[in-house]
């Protein structure tokens, strides 16, 4: 892509049951990138798994109506121990791949932790030093660390082409 062209709206989403990070970037791949919002989605863990399943389906809507992205970017999950969690996680991210292509017809890029986390130079970094790549990146002077902070990382990550052979 070269600096004529216009600038692509993406969605960052690091899925979960009780809690999504979300971030909106727009930009250019390796020549610019703008953090417009980011936050998270959290459900209580008093609803029933259908109940939490309807409200991420709702908040994702919200999302996908009020920044309008061109494409989306979304953590592929791997789960060695924490099988019980999987089971919730997964269902999430159907529920959101759902919602994404009925609404907006994007097959969002799916992305290995380690390989977004290797496009900001630490393929093993923690959430605190994710945070603060992606603050230095962003010139952030604050970021919460938390399911956010992915979530701009992965945005940034499927803006600027890093892709896997999964989803």
Known sequence: MDQTEAAQRWLGIDPGLAIIGWAI?????????HLVDYGIIETSKNLSTP??????EQDIHVLLEEFSPQAIAMEMPFFSRQIKA???????????NLVIYR???????????SSWKCHLGNGKANKA??????????GLEDLPIDDSVDAIAIALAGLNGVRNDIG
């Open 25 to 33: 970037l727009d930009g250019q791949p390796d020549l610019s990138a």
């Open 86 to 96: 999987a089971g919730g996680v997964m269902q999430a991210l159907g529920v959101i």
């Open 103 to 113: 609404e907006k017809s994007i097959q969002p890029v799916f992305l290995h932790q």
């Open 129 to 138: 030093e994710v945070a603060a790549m992606v603050q230095n990146f962003f």
């Open 51 to 56: 109940e939490r399943l309807v409200e991420i």
